[in-house]
Each structure stands twice: as structure tokens, then as C-alpha cells.
């Protein structure tokens, strides 16, 4: 199975501070990763897919990097709304494996 | 508008059964494949299972495999998961989740529906 490791697993941060998480996978998995974001008793909400496309609607300050066994999540401007836990997934392979999720709380 | 819509969710004891359905709205249906994700409480996310748009392919987790069958009846707009032998650790909350493509080689899940619980207990 292929290992997603999410880092940092919990951050403190400011309202307009730039946030990066990483995630790094256990072997390559081209550009097969998607981005989530999930509020406490929400749904997952997708905001990144194929490591770096914008999912519709999703505001601009997210973006997402990376190919093959590393990538990123970085918020430009972090607000009020964006504290949240954030889940990478890689989706190249079965069985379909999720990183451990970051939790990005206020300072 | 894209909606999923499960139900059947509930408290089970150990070693029994409970089927679960998804109602889909929204989009073509049989284009796209399906898939439940769990989250037990306070934990991450786990893919548990997921189906082709013809239904013809399917993968499900070890975790689960040989007690969970995925299934989907595209006149009816609706997926499955028929979950039998149901351990403690089958608690959480199931998505159910819809695919970005028809088959299930390397898509990944654009829009979820709200969630239902499933509790094990005795």
C-alpha cells in the first residue's frame, strides 16, 4: 500500500499568514493526488485535484504543487474561514490511502 | 446540482448486517463511478470500496473485503453497500462519494454526500 504522509499534523497560524502542508507518498504517484478540506461535523470538500487544478469555486489563495512522491497545499492568505483540517489523497493506485489529515488551527 | 443522498445508517451489534443506499441526483449516473469512504469519530479518512459506472468493475479495501459488497442499480440512480459481519471497528461515518470518471483505474472523488453513521455496538 502506498503511504501518504501529511506534515505538519497540526499548526497554529494567523488570519493572512501563508500556510504550506506537505504531503510526501511512500512511492510515485504521478500527479494523482487531490486536495480536501474538512470542518469539524462537515463533509470533505475538494479543493485541489491532479496535485495542482483548482476545483470550480474554490478560492484563488489555494493552490497545490508537486509529481510523483512529493507535494503541497499552500494557502496565500490564510482566513477566518480556511481553519480547518486538510487531507491529501492519492488516487493512482488501490487501495486508494489518505494522509493523516492537518489540522490548521488559530493562533 | 450534484447530490448524494444516503440513508441507512443506524445501530447494529456485532456480527450483524446493515445495507446502505446512496441516492444520486444531479448527473448522468451510469457515466461515473462510485465509492464509499468511512471516517471513524475523531479519526481520518478510509476509502472502503468502490464500483464502475457499468458496475462491471470493483475493488474494495482488505479491511472489509468478503464482509462488504458495493453495488450500484443505474435505473434507479443508486448505490449500495450491503455490510455483513460488522465489527466494533466498522463505526464511523460512510460517505458516499462520486467519481470524476466512468471507470475506477485512477479517478479520484469530486462531490460527497453527507454522511451517515454506523454504529457496532451490543
Known amino acids: 500500500d502506498i503511504q501518504m504522509t501529511q506534515s505538519p499534523s497540526a499548526m497554529s497560524a494567523s488570519v493572512g499568514d501563508r500556510v504550506t502542508i506537505t504531503c510526501r507518498a511512500s512511492?510515485?504517484?504521478?500527479?494523482?493526488l487531490a486536495w480536501y478540506q474538512q470542518k469539524p461535523g462537515k463533509v470533505p470538500k475538494r479543493l485541489i485535484y491532479?496535485?495542482?487544478s483548482l476545483q470550480s469555486g474554490v478560492p484563488s489563495r489555494f493552490s497545490g504543487s508537486g509529481s510523483g512522491t512529493e507535494f503541497t497545499l499552500t494557502i496565500s492568505s490564510l482566513q477566518p474561514e480556511d481553519f480547518a483540517t486538510y487531507y491529501c489523497?492519492?488516487?493512482?493506485?488501490?487501495?486508494?490511502?489518505f494522509g493523516q489529515g492537518t489540522k490548521v488551527e488559530i493562533k | 446540482e450534484v447530490q448524494l443522498l444516503e440513508s441507512g445508517g443506524g445501530l447494529v451489534q456485532p456480527g450483524g448486517s446493515l445495507r446502505l443506499s446512496c441516492a444520486a441526483s444531479?448527473?448522468?449516473?451510469?457515466?461515473?463511478?462510485m465509492s464509499w469512504v468511512r471516517q471513524a469519530p475523531g479519526k481520518g479518512l478510509e476509502w472502503v470500496s468502490s464500483?464502475?459506472?457499468?458496475?462491471?468493475?470493483?475493488v474494495s479495501a482488505d479491511s472489509v473485503k468478503g464482509r462488504f459488497t458495493i453495488s450500484r442499480d443505474n435505473s434507479k440512480d443508486t448505490v449500495y453497500l450491503q455490510m455483513s459481519s460488522l465489527r466494533v471497528e466498522d463505526t464511523a461515518v460512510y460517505y458516499c462519494?462520486?467519481?470524476?470518471?466512468?471507470?475506477?483505474?485512477?479517478?479520484?472523488?469530486?462531490?460527497w454526500g453527507q454522511g451517515i453513521l454506523v454504529t457496532v455496538s451490543s
Open positions: 491532479g496535485a495542482s
Open positions: 512511492q510515485g504517484i504521478s500527479d494523482y
Open positions: 462519494t462520486k467519481g470524476d470518471t466512468k471507470t475506477i483505474s485512477y479517478g479520484g472523488y469530486d462531490y
Open positions: 444531479g448527473f448522468t449516473f451510469n457515466n461515473y463511478a
Open positions: 489523497l492519492q488516487h493512482y493506485i488501490y487501495p486508494r490511502t
Open positions: 464500483i464502475s459506472g457499468g458496475g462491471d468493475s470493483i
